[in-house]
Nanobody
Framework: LLVESGGGLVQAGASLRLSCAAFGRTFNRYAMGWFRQAPEKEREFVAAINWNGAATYYADSVKGRFIISRDNAKNTLYLQMNSLKPEDTAVYYC????????????????WGQGTQVTASS
C-alpha cells in the first residue's frame, strides 16, 4: 500500500515536498518513482530512484528543480519540488518498480491514489 501526502496549492516559484508512505516490509527491495497526470494529458514519468538511493533518474522537464529521495528506515519516498511552474500542475502518483525501464509506466506494478499539486501563475 502506497499513500501520498504533501500536495497543495502554491504560487509559481514556490516549493513543495511530497511524501509517500509504504506499508509493508519489502519497501527497500523496490526501486520507486513518481509519475504525474495533468488534466486531459497522459500520465508521465517524473523521477525514479533505485532501491538504496544510489541512482536517480529524472524527466527533462523537472531536472534541476525536483529531487527524489528515500528513507528505507522509515519506508518513505520523497519528492522535493522547487521552482514550481504552472505546467507542473497535476496529480502526482507514488509508484513501485516491478520490472523494465524506469521511464515506462508499464514497469510499475504498484500505484498510490495520488495527491494534487497546483502551481498558480
Amino acid at each position: 500500500l502506497l499513500v501520498e501526502s504533501g500536495g497543495g496549492l502554491v504560487q509559481a516559484g514556490a516549493s513543495l515536498r511530497l511524501s509517500c508512505a509504504a506499508f509493508g516490509r519489502t519497501f527497500n527491495r523496490y526501486a520507486m518513482g513518481w509519475f504525474r497526470q495533468a488534466p486531459e494529458k497522459e500520465r508521465e514519468f517524473v523521477a525514479a530512484i533505485n532501491w538504496n538511493g544510489a541512482a536517480t533518474y529524472y524527466a527533462d522537464s523537472v531536472k534541476g528543480r525536483f529531487i527524489i529521495s528515500r528513507d528505507n528506515a522509515k519506508n518513505t519516498l520523497y519528492l522535493q519540488m522547487n521552482s514550481l511552474k504552472p505546467e507542473d500542475t497535476a496529480v502526482y502518483y507514488c509508484v513501485a518498480h516491478t520490472g523494465g525501464s524506469y521511464f515506462s509506466r508499464e514497469s510499475y506494478g504498484y500505484w498510490g491514489q495520488g495527491t494534487q499539486v497546483t502551481a498558480s501563475s
